[in-house]
């Protein structure tokens, strides 16, 4: 037996060793709950799934793609023509065996950046431990069946392939040993999950961000132990790969909030382990102790847990660690579904939430007011109410904003815009209730549902068109989440129907006063519902001097406003907030644009040297009621 022969059976052996390890990970997931899925689609997809959509997020940092073509390309081209050569055609071909080099040599070279990313010293999101072994089994796997490759396409038979089979072979099991718990468990994972999603629209074009509805006649309501999830929502969790791209993206984490989206990944993995992997990556930023004890029965949650509760809490669902992940892992399901446990199973949220939910639950507005003051905003405008009218071509949703003095200034501005465009429209008043973002994001599931069955009846009863809403939260609620309940309808915000207005030459615009302007993406306009083109259009229409901020559009940073964050208020090393305007004083911009009641309340609340806020609807009013002026003028 020659070493060519030699590496095409070592190959084989580590392709049986590695099903072998497969099926036993694969156990583990069995303990989570029934899901259905499509796998003759789902496995048909993968090809796409992985060279399309995985490689679109991958591509983000163009070292990391380059590295990972290389690296996993070279790797499988190489090991399946080596194990090719056990076919006698093949293998005493010396041409083959130099298709096989190249096919590892080009693996070394993706191999080499991957050392080169973490040796001498790693970037801070990247985890260690096993990780910073992964780039020397993967040099001694690839290294050494070059070396046999090199031997059997020259015809030589040298000690020189026997000394790189014995490497290879040293290599190669070391990585099949990272199949369970280590860093190659997401090669099989991942690939997988691709097949098993539970959101494969998202594969298809769909945003695919609306909440799952809850079964609240289940017998436990929420998560409270790892066999409560799904098993494709496990598989998912030991899909990561703990590249920390989602560390990155973080706010709350970033804030220095007790929550790191890469570490709450990856403790949740271990969760359903009897012993859970050893992480070597970034903690959760000031975290209360908690035991560390994982297990498929153990609760997940809670101080003799894995996961304290503030790590819930501070999330803010604004899904930048989602739009960020390669692998596609749904972080904000998993944390939604563990705050449904906590607040209907266990009543156990943060104090400040406790009034908004009472609230939401009994007088149907998180803030106790009621609800025919919703409309007090507009002392002095025409605001016709669709009980008086009948029907309307707009309905304007008002939102919770709609009691706030801020917010108030908004609606006022979009009140003005559809009585100057002549648009027919009209409100529900004291008939429009909450429509239940917040109860749902804190893990009400039940106030929610009954918050969206009463609003859908009232809906039901008048004729209108279109929705419009100056709130992305009510926006994202009554387009995407009311259809589960039967609700659907034509929702639009309201930066998309001022562009509209302003296209269609319903809206005369003068000339905005110089002045460097940024905008701020809402996560429920741009990222939930991908609408970042529409605000943008209009800002230009006002000939305002535009500039991008470092994070903008779908992966634009968070105010820290959404998910019922402000509510929960889990103390951080700074405030959410104050980063996103320290983005915008870095641009030079002396306004930010903002399209979101949340949004402006949050960045408002800077203090110091910061720029003016003012809502889309706010600059263009002032650009219409400008226009007649400065025609005035030209005449």
Known sequence: MNAALGLSLVIVALAVLAAVEGARTARRWRIGRSARVDWRTGLAAIPKRYLVDVHHVVARDPYAARMHALAAGGLIAGSVLAALGLMPPLGHAHLFWGAVALAFLVALAGGAMVGRRRYPAKPARLSGGAFQRLPLLLAAYVGGALLVALDAASG??????????????????????????????????????????????????ERATALIPADLDAPRLGVAVPADFAWNRLLGFDACIQCGRCEVACPAFAAGQPLNPKKLIQDLAGSFKAEPPTYAGSPYPQAPPVAGLGGPERPIVGAGALIHPDTLWSCTTCRACVEECPMMIEHVDAIVDLRRFQTMELAAVPAGAIPALSESRYAEEPGGRPLAARTDFAAGLPLPLIAAKGSCDVLLWLGSGAYELRHGRTLRALVELLRKAGIDYAVLGPEERDCGDLARRLGDEATFADLARANIATLSRYSFRRILTADPHALHVLRNEYPAFDGRYEVIHHSAFLDELAADGRLALAAAPAGRLAYHDPCYLGRYNGETDAPRRLLDRLGLERVEMERHGKRAMCCGGGGGAPVSDVAGERRIPDLRMAQVRAVGATTVAVACPQCAAMLEGVTGDVAEVRDLAELVLAAVEAAPVAQGAAR
Request: aromatic share 6%; hydrophobic share 50%.
């Open 156 to 205: 030589l038979a040298g000690p020189l392939g026997w000394l790189g089979l014995a490497v290879a072979a040293a290599g190669g099991f070391g990585l099949v040993r990272q199949l369970a718990d280590g860093p190659m468990r997401h090669a099989l994972a991942g690939a997988l999950h691709l097949a098993a999603h539970p959101r494969p629209g998202r594969f298809e074009g």
